[in-house]
């Protein structure tokens, strides 16, 4: 069984920063893209950041310039570094993998973690 687990949530200020972390876990576990969905209260889920193996990103128009990804293949996590922070950021995240587990084809979601930005 896979599990990923995102800490680093919370309640920021606009204008300011938050990190989130997402850490893949289980046995035999290959790891391909990695990214960052949301949902805003009301709306659907969305992309806003991907990151490949290799690590090529990809961002949203809506966080173009504020926020990045990374990840650390050794401890199967992947980042979100979101700055200028604005209240339309408001969502809950889910980190999203792709790869392989037990040799099968892997799709795995998150919890799910709530980001508020107060104005």
């Known amino acids: 069984q896979v599990q990923l687990v995102e800490p680093g949530g919370g309640v920021v200020q606009a204008g300011g920063p938050l990190r989130l972390s997402c850490v893949a876990s289980?046995?035999?576990?290959?790891?391909?893209?990695m990214g960052w969905y949301r949902q805003a209260p009301g709306k659907q889920r969305e992309l806003v950041a991907g990151i490949t193996s290799g690590g090529s990103t990809n961002f949203a128009d809506s966080v173009m310039g504020r926020f990045t990804t990374s990840r650390d293949n050794a401890k199967n996590t992947v980042y979100l570094q979101m700055n200028s922070l604005k209240p339309k950021d408001t969502a809950i995240y889910y980190c999203h993998v792709t790869g392989l587990h037990m040799w099968k084809p892997l799709d795995a979601w998150g919890q799910g973690t709530l980001v508020t930005v107060s104005s």
């Open positions: 289980g046995s035999f576990l290959i790891i391909g893209a």
